[in-house]
């Protein structure tokens, strides 16, 4: 007989909206149809041993409890020399930068600071999965502004649009998941004089700051001063140094910004794990790894952008992050998350349609893949490809 009182709550979910998601879904195919995976963006590689050698040694040192909820100062001291050095602007350890649990957490945290319920959060598409769920939870209203189709550059009439005296933030992501573009100088100014008028917050998703090629240079929200005053910087070492799933980034902020963003960090993680923290600020010593790292992932775009430019998939620029898309139009009719379906079961590539990054769903026959993988990975996945 069913107890009457163990009976299970009915739930009224906060996040209507949100299912299974296509990452998960194309992941799942690639392991059943054994294709080679470059739709979610992770490396297969391993990262540098020193770094797996830091650890350790932090473990063996006994750093194996809570440290301070902001970080340990030595990591955040590495973290304002680092954004001093390449960006010329100077937060302060003590109280404008703060290590958080990866970029995702920083981003929630960060909306969770500013937005209030019925305040107006100015995304553009496409943009990343976190972001709309994480001003649901905050109870504020999205406003989506597309990038422009085709080029993906921002549209700032557009923008400027949608400014409304209920904005209180707006999200900007450069290099750019999914698209791969770097906003230029002028544009990051654009953004500044757009702003200044106004009390809007920036949240300044830089994830991908090092990766950057070519002639595209990476341009921090840090380095214009209007919009550092204004920002929340973020940024993220799974990408920088190869380790993913260790979830540690940071966040620089001015410091009434970083008060309140450490007010709901203290209680949302209150802090993040003390080993990593003492591996990375021992790692970021040198900065050659990160100074390094266009070179090493430009040379793996150049080899995979090499062999798909022998199909009939047509390349978009990738001018940063470690992303590649292709305009698939010659090759086939079908919506991107068929093709995408079907390139996995069929051709045993695994790829992410661009039309999961939009609310609405927007087709424009772009899919994107992913190039942090082994030199194998790419020649088997460009092999299959080949057929295209
Ligand atoms: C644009 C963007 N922001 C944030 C993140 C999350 O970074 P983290 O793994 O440090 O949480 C990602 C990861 O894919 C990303 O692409």
Redesign the pocket.
């Known amino acids: 007989m069913s107890n009457p009182s163990a009976r299970t709550p009915a739930i009224d979910t906060k996040l209507p909206a949100v299912g299974t998601t296509i990452f998960t879904v194309m992941s799942a195919l690639a392991a059943e149809k054994n294709a080679v995976n470059l739709g979610q ?2 490396p297969d590689f391993n990262c540098d041993p020193q770094l797996l050698t830091d650890v350790s040694a932090a473990m063996a040192a006994g750093h194996n409890q809570y440290p301070p909820m902001p970080g340990i100062p030595a990591l955040r001291e590495a973290i304002s020399a680092k954004i001093a050095q390449l960006y010329g602007h100077t937060y302060r350890a003590a109280d404008e930068i703060t290590v958080t ?7 929630i945290t960060a909306i969770l600071a500013v937005v209030r319920p019925g305040d107006e959060v100015i995304v553009l598409e496409p943009c ?1 999965d ?1 972001y709309v769920p994480n001003i649901d939870l905050a109870g504020g209203k999205v406003v989506r502004v597309p990038l422009t189709p085709g080029t993906f550059r921002p549209d700032f009439g557009r923008i400027a649009a949608a400014i409304t005296p209920r904005t209180r933030a707006i999200i900007i ?1 450069t290099p ?2 999914p698209s791969a573009t770097v906003w230029t100088a002028a544009e990051m100014r654009e953004l500044e004089e757009l702003l200044a008028p106004t009390d809007i917050f920036v949240i300044s ?1 830089e ?2 700051e090092h990766m950057v090629y070519g002639e595209a240079k990476h341009q921090s929200a840090a380095s214009f001063p209007g919009l550092a005053a204004r920002s929340f910087i ?1 940024s ?4 920088t140094y190869h380790v ?1 799933g260790w ?3 940071y966040v620089a902020a001015p410091a009434p910004l970083t008060a309140e963003f450490r007010k709901v960090h203290q209680f949302n993680v209150f802090t993040v794990n003390t080993p990593m923290q003492h591996a990375l600020a021992a790692y970021m010593a040198d900065p050659k790894p990160y100074l390094e790292l266009p070179a090493f992932y430009q040379r793996k775009r150049d080899l995979f952008a090499a062999g798909l430019a022998k199909t009939r998939l047509k390349l978009l620029p990738s001018q940063g ?1 470690y992303f590649q898309c292709v305009d698939i139009s010659e090759v086939s009719d079908k919506s991107e998350a068929d093709f995408c379906l079907w390139l996995t079961s069929e051709i045993g590539v695994a790829a992410i349609p661009l039309s999961a990054f939009y609310g609405n769903g927007f087709d424009q026959r772009v899919v994107r893949f992913c190039f942090a993988k082994k030199d194998e990975t790419l020649n088997t996945a460009l092999d299959r490809l080949a057929r295209l």
């Open positions: 963006g992770f649990a990866g970029a995702t957490q920083a981003i990343y976190s992501n750019h998941n998703d994830v991908y973020v993220s070492f799974g990408k993913t979830k540690v980034g992050t």
